[in-house]
């Protein structure tokens, strides 16, 4: 009998012509993961591997597979880098992934309007390098630039570099284009001027969708003119000092294009590593762009906010700079890593950094605080802790770490970040019952099959079709995290 | 119980950030994850944690035909270009951990027709054209004066002495100009191993081939050897100590003992050359063996205007042809090529300059395959010329 693998396969061979579709075992292993790595028993539970692989290389044959997926009841996966870490482009139970990488052609750089038509599978790095060849630069990019899609970013509605001065994923929209789960194809914006005025801003649905609602094929952005450029890096003695910093330039008339921080513990493990000549402090990495008398005026502001902190060099500003994409070079030492992010107050900044201390301690985990600042107002906190993957109980307890982390983000008056699958459950807490009943009522309406991105966001969803138990689910995190705190202490 | 796949910490040390992806030259004509550096891990981790729960969950993380051919194929597809290791968030040294793997694959999958070939051809007439050894010194030119007490060896290599005599001679010459005290190994030169190392059949060249070359160099007194072949230079150099330990003789590529001839003024530049070039760096001497100046010093000290590439460097891009991609995937290999001399073109240059003779002839074919009118020519041809 010829199974459902096959069938798919075949009609996917007559949408996109040969080699274009695949359905081998070995390829539908190597796209069933992410950046984040599962405990084998979640096997179990979820069903990852993709049943066909396709590579689409037009919005019109997106919108045919689309069609066939609608009338077969099959999931649809959009997949980019898959440098995301939250199973966002992970199917859980078969289906086809898109893998969108091949669509990522840069379709006019227009200068005179300060905008980039591109399709949505072109990475930032390369799209930011085909802009600046122009003259022009990209306002904020995610720090997974080399591999992360601009569809995909936009997907996780993520903050980035550049995030201070030019916003995140969705600021920067001035249209996309995406295929609905009905195979319709939309233009959700105005390319040419910014979005105002009456009717519902599409434009901004799709941010942060994580690919349940449409496939983003193209995207129009902002550019905007290359100017002069200076990293500056401070070193502090620890995060609490360079907390006060922080406050104080968030209170201050300087507007960095980036900030961000890392500390004592992240450059500890760095040297441990063998970079001998990492810092022993915590360091704030700052960026400033504009004009040049700009930037030697907030170079002033930073010099008397940071004073007391040791100024770094240009070299090792730079350095650190260029290091933006590299922030869990540390991971070898676990060798396996787990990330966690949670958003809070500027003003709060200070208490949280105590309560992910503490919980670092209870849980006794070897782990590093790095963040940045996204706005004047919220600080996002990106904690790692390495573990290894091969002790079971260990790596369970990650999730444990995660789910506390979110738990901090919520305490301190902020949130979690991204939710993808398995903490999807926190959509409901993040924005209240009736937001949320609302969200479930536009992924209804729009895909009313549920066949774009199933048991992602709105409903964290296993194998079987029953949801993730919401309730459950942070119930056993607790419990791994008493698990963990017995446990003797990570070396 | 799990494969014994090498490696393991990389294994799962690796992040998964796809960072390696978008810089690989193979995946940029493949385009299948499997096809990645990142997705060739994730395989290989899997295969290596086979454990109970897959026979509890029939996840089946076996090695069937088909599976061990696509593996086959996507290991051996790497051109051995080290450009994920330039990138890698976990400073994974990937030159040496696919040379690992791809003996791993051999020695649990079997070896391809070809590789068999290679392999025995390489073990029999110690190179890998399957040529007599006493022809091996036919290319030298006979107004060349050899010395019986030399300063220099030279290392043609199975290219150039075989096939390229060209780019042979011509250095040769050079040094001859210097005057330099100079002597080939001839018949007693074998194949430096390279072709196998890459290919992860490197058993004989560590126990017989490294030990013969250095050995018939030694017994010569000569303590440099110097050699025109990128793929020659970078094995002698750094793998050869790998198993002989440090070498008493000094290895160095021609392009930097030109480089030093020039700076001794021993060689003078008589005819400048006024051509606008660009050099394309060969990954066995770029990025695997570090040297990135000294043909470039050349290539100024000739009178030319150098243009750099956008990719030049450590992140200068493979020319397609490496680690035998070029005999098994020839038109994988030129179409990596292709891209490379439209990168070339793109600079406004009228000539690729590299010091590589695999290099040197997958340009040429890619352009001639692009229709492109652009030519690359060997370091030591155009110095020649110029000297």
Redesign the interface.
């Known amino acids: 009998m010829i199974g459902k693998s096959e069938i798919i396969f075949n009609e996917m061979s007559n949408i996109v012509g040969d080699g274009r579709a695949?359905n081998?075992?070995?390829?539908r292993?190597?796209?069933s993961?992410?950046?984040g790595?599962f405990p084998?028993?979640f096997?179990?539970m979820f069903n990852f591997k993709p049943d066909c692989?396709v590579?689409p290389e037009s919005s019109d044959e997106i919108s045919k597979i689309v069609k066939f997926a609608s009338k077969e009841r099959v999931a649809i996966i959009p997949r980019g880098?898959?440098?995301w870490g939250m199973s966002g482009a992970i199917p859980i139970e078969g289906g086809i992934i898109l893998?969108m990488?091949?669509m990522s052609n840069v379709l006019e750089i227009d200068g005179d309007n300060l905008i980039v038509t591109t399709e949505g599978g072109i990475?930032w790095?390369?799209l930011y390098e085909k802009v600046e060849a122009k003259g022009y630069m990209i306002g904020s990019y995610p720090s997974?630039a080399?591999?992360a899609t601009v569809a995909g970013w936009i997907n996780t509605g993520g903050i980035g570099t550049g995030s201070y001065k030019y916003g995140g994923a969705g600021d920067n929209i001035r249209a996309l284009e995406v295929v609905l789960p009905n195979g319709n194809i939309v233009n959700t914006g105005s390319k040419y001027t910014l979005q105002s005025g009456s009717g519902y801003d599409l434009n901004q649905i799709f941010v942060g969708a994580e690919g349940t609602l449409g496939v983003i094929t193209k995207a129009t952005l902002r550019i905007f003119p290359k100017d002069e450029f200076r990293p500056l890096s401070y070193l502090f003695p620890d995060l609490k000092t360079l907390s006060k910093a922080v406050q104080g330039l968030t209170r201050s008339d300087a507007t960095p294009l980036n900030i961000s921080f890392a500390d004592n513990n992240h450059f500890g493990f760095l040297r441990e590593?063998g970079h001998g000549d990492a810092p022993d402090g915590s360091m704030l990495n700052i960026a400033l762009e504009g004009p040049e008398e700009l930037i030697d005026y907030e170079e002033g502001v930073l010099d008397r906010i940071t004073k007391g902190a040791k100024k770094e060099s240009v070299e090792l500003s730079m350095h650190e700079w260029d290091e933006r994409?590299?922030e869990?070079?540390a991971?070898?030492l676990?060798?396996?890593?787990i990330l966690g992010e949670a958003f809070v107050p500027t003003t709060r900044m200070d208490e949280a950094i105590d309560h992910i201390y503490t919980l670092i301690k209870k849980m006794k985990l070897k782990a590093a605080i790095t963040g940045m600042v996204p706005d004047r107002n919220s600080v996002v906190f990106m904690p790692y802790y390495l573990t290894?993957?091969?002790k079971l109980i260990k790596s369970m307890v990650s999730l444990g770490f995660m789910g506390k982390l979110a738990g901090i983000g919520f305490k301190d008056g902020g949130r979690p970040s991204g939710l993808g699958l398995f903490f999807a459950y926190n959509l409901k807490k993040l924005h209240g019952g009736v937001a949320y009943g609302t969200m479930h009522d536009l992924k209804s309406s729009l895909d009313p099959c549920d066949i774009m991105n199933p048991g992602k966001l709105t409903e964290g969803q296993t194998r079987f079709g029953f949801p993730l138990p919401g309730a459950v689910l942070p119930l056993g995190m607790s419990v791994m995290k008493l698990v963990k705190g017995i446990l003797p202490k990570d070396k | 119980m799990g494969y014994d796949v090498p490696n393991i910490e990389d294994l799962y040390a690796c992040l998964s950030c796809g960072y390696c992806n978008s810089v690989c030259p193979t995946y940029g004509q493949v385009g299948w994850e499997s096809r990645t550096p990142r997705g060739v891990i994730y395989y290989l981790k899997q295969l290596s944690q086979k454990n109970v729960f897959d026979t509890i969950l029939r996840r089946g993380v076996k090695l069937d035909s088909q599976s061990a051919e696509r593996l086959r194929e996507c290991v051996f597809m790497c051109t051995s270009c080290g450009m994920c290791e330039e990138v890698c968030h976990v400073d994974i040294e990937f030159i040496e951990f696919w040379e690992d793997i791809k003996e791993w694959v051999i020695k649990t999958v079997g070896k391809t027709e070809s590789q068999k070939k290679m392999y025995d051809r390489i073990k029999e007439f110690k190179n890998p054209f399957g040529e007599p050894a006493e022809t091996r010194g036919a290319w030298l030119p006979e107004d060349i004066k050899l010395s019986e007490t030399p300063e220099v060896i030279f290392f043609g290599g199975c290219t150039e002495s075989y096939r390229m005599q060209k780019l042979a001679q011509a250095s040769v010459k050079i040094m001859d100009k210097a005057g330099v005290e100079l002597n080939i190994l001839g018949e007693k030169e074998w194949c430096c191993g390279s072709p196998l190392l890459r290919l992860g059949q490197g058993d004989i060249v560590k126990s017989e081939f490294m030990a013969h070359n250095i050995k018939m160099v030694e017994e010569t007194g000569a303590k440099t050897v110097v050699t025109a072949c990128a793929g020659c230079f970078n094995t002698i150099k750094n793998d050869y100590p790998k198993v002989l330990g440090k070498l008493d003789i000094e290895v160095l590529h021609l392009s930097e003992y030109t480089k030093r001839l020039l700076d001794s003024g021993a060689l003078k530049v008589n005819n400048p050359i006024s051509q606008k070039v660009t050099y394309h760096d060969p990954c066995h001497l770029g990025r695997h063996a570090k040297v990135f100046e000294a043909p470039r010093d050349v290539i100024n000290s000739l009178g030319a205007e150098l243009v750099e590439m956008r990719r030049h460097g450590a992140e200068a891009c493979c020319c397609g042809s490496g680690a035998g991609v070029k005999a098994a995937y020839k038109d994988m290999a030129l179409d990596i090529g292709v891209g490379r001399v439209e990168e070339a073109v793109e600079t406004g240059a009228e000539l690729i300059i590299s010091p590589c003779p695999f290099c040197v002839l997958n340009l040429n074919q890619a352009a001639e395959k692009a229709g492109l009118k652009i030519k690359t020519v060997d370091l030591v041809q155009i110095a020649l010329g110029a000297l």
């Open positions: 695949r081998d075992m070995f390829e292993r190597v796209y993961h992410d950046l790595s084998k028993l096997d179990m692989i590579k880098g898959a440098s893998d990488t091949h990475t790095k390369d997974s080399p591999s590593l994409s590299y869990l070079r991971k070898r676990g060798p396996s890593a290894d993957e091969r």
